[in-house]
């Protein structure tokens, strides 16, 4: 794609990375093919190379926003499989992270998006508030149906029936292998992880212990800034990036730093580019190649085959997983190893529409994407679904009555750890 820059915007890092991926664009149109929004609503606006030149437009111009532009924009889910997809190798992530750092600096939203956006910034990326939110949202569900905005109902609705307690597992502080140490490794604890399911963490601590890992719960650990860089608050999201990468640099050496959720996990791993032209690059750098998901880990350093379990597990691919991180075999190929049968839905590819805060700002989208998924994971009639994000397995289960595991707590189970909580009702 041609590109007409000026020397001075090039000057900024941010455009002149912004160029290299435009310029590598072929208008190809593949990445319609595999777009869920396109999928949905068939606008070539709603598609990679739709946006690609609605924000080329955009940047050349030097201008502010639009409403079009944004509208467009904010329908993105960033799941990625258009770089999945994408013979050419445009990087699209980026380009869709400094558009909406663009769309928050230069274009003024309607009061009730700044203050829903500034109240989901403010709260989810916070356990403690979050779990605040969550008691308040369960009080008001029975009323939400009276709520005049979509949004405020679908906040509503994902209120979960329990709230787990606070786990003392997410603690600062270090567990000691079992038996011969290993490994010594971090874990991404995670934020809104840690208000909606504390097994996953739970289990990954004893899976890791069993395999001859220190794990190391960081003193200062907070949000990845997944949450906010994804809405384009680069000035929060750096910040929570820095505070996250001192307190992994901090604990001295380890050989790897562990994620269980793969949204963290994609945003952790692009701290070098995020911090590229800021003082802490070299750190970030570091940061960034010893972060792993819990199943590249694992893969990497072997696991014992498990008791065989007689359970038909329908494998969920996170988009953040499988084309943010391009992890596509490992999850599925432990699940076998520890004997569960594991079959793969059609279209796994395509998104749920979770998407970190998409289910909650684009509520109508989401929902779509959510019915289109459960009906290809019920098709192939498991006994439980599995999955590597906390986002997909809640906005999976709030729709199928098959139980919705995170594959770390099969592995756990398979490998004598006890039986997930979830699967409580199972033979």
């Known amino acids: ?52 030149y609605l924000i080329k437009d955009m940047l050349e111009a030097g201008r502010p926003a639009d409403a079009k532009t944004v509208k467009h924009i904010d329908r993105c889910l960033s799941c990625l499989a258009c770089m999945s997809t994408c013979p050419s190798g445009v990087h699209y992530m980026h380009l869709i ?14 009061l009730f998006d700044r203050l ?19 008691l308040g949202a369960k009080i008001a569900k029975p009323f939400a149906r009276l709520l005049p905005d979509a949004r405020l109902r679908a ?20 567990f000691p292998a079992m038996g011969e140490r290993r490994y010594r490794v971090a ?6 992880q840690r208000a909606l399911n504390t097994d996953i963490n739970d289990a990954t601590i004893r899976l890791l212990r069993r395999l001859g890992c220190d794990v190391v719960i960081p003193k200062n650990l907070g949000c990845c800034g997944a949450l906010t860089h994804h809405m384009g608050r680069e000035g929060e999201s750096h910040d929570q990036a820095a505070r996250n990468i001192r307190a992994y640099l901090g604990e001295g050496e380890l050989d790897a730093i562990v994620i269980n959720t793969s949204g963290c996990g994609t945003t952790v ?16 750098a570091k940061v960034s190649g010893l972060t792993c998901d819990i199943s590249e880990f694992l893969q990497r350093i072997g696991l014992p085959e498990g008791a065989p379990k007689d359970l038909r597990v329908a494998y969920h691919a996170a988009c953040s997983l499988q084309h943010g991180q391009q992890v596509k075999t490992a999850p599925k190929d432990l699940l076998k190893r520890v004997g569960f049968t ?7 590819h395509l998104c749920c529409g979770s998407a970190g805060t998409y289910n909650l700002l684009q509520p109508e989208i989401s929902a779509e994407l959510k ?57």
């Not at 208008?27 to 595999?34: D, E, K, R, Y």
């Not at 874990?187 to 809104?192: E, R, W």
């Not at 594991?342 to 796994?348: G, M």
Request: hydrophobic share 40%; charged share 20%.
């Open 371 to 427: 019915r289109r998924k459960i009906a290809t994971l019920e098709a192939k009639v498991p006994q439980v679904i599995a999955a590597g994000n906390i986002g997909c397995m809640i906005q999976i289960g709030s729709g199928t009555g098959v139980p919705v595991v995170h594959t770390v707590e099969l592995l756990d189970w398979a490998t004598g750890g006890p039986k997930p909580r979830a699967l409580a009702d199972l033979p």
């Open 97 to 110: 992270d400094h558009a909406r750092a663009h769309v928050e600096k230069t274009y003024k939203r309607p």
């Open 1 to 52: 794609m041609q590109t007409n820059f000026t020397a001075e915007q090039l000057a900024d890092p941010g455009v002149a990375r912004a160029n290299e991926i435009l310029r590598s664009c072929v208008h190809c149109g593949f990445c319609t093919a595999t777009c869920p929004s396109y999928q949905v609503l068939g606008d070539e606006l709603d598609s990679p190379r739709g946006r690609i």
């Open 187 to 192: 874990l991404q604890i995670g934020c809104a």
């Open 269 to 284: 791993k692009d701290y070098g580019h995020m911090f590229r032209n800021d003082p802490m690059a070299v750190e970030a």
């Open 116 to 134: 829903l956006r500034w109240t989901l910034a403010k709260i989810v990326p916070y356990p403690g508030r979050f779990r605040l939110a969550m």
């Open 342 to 348: 594991v079959v793969e839905p059609a279209d796994s």
């Open 155 to 174: 906040m509503i609705s994902m209120a979960p029936k329990e709230i787990p307690p606070v786990s003392r597992n997410d603690d600062p502080q270090t």
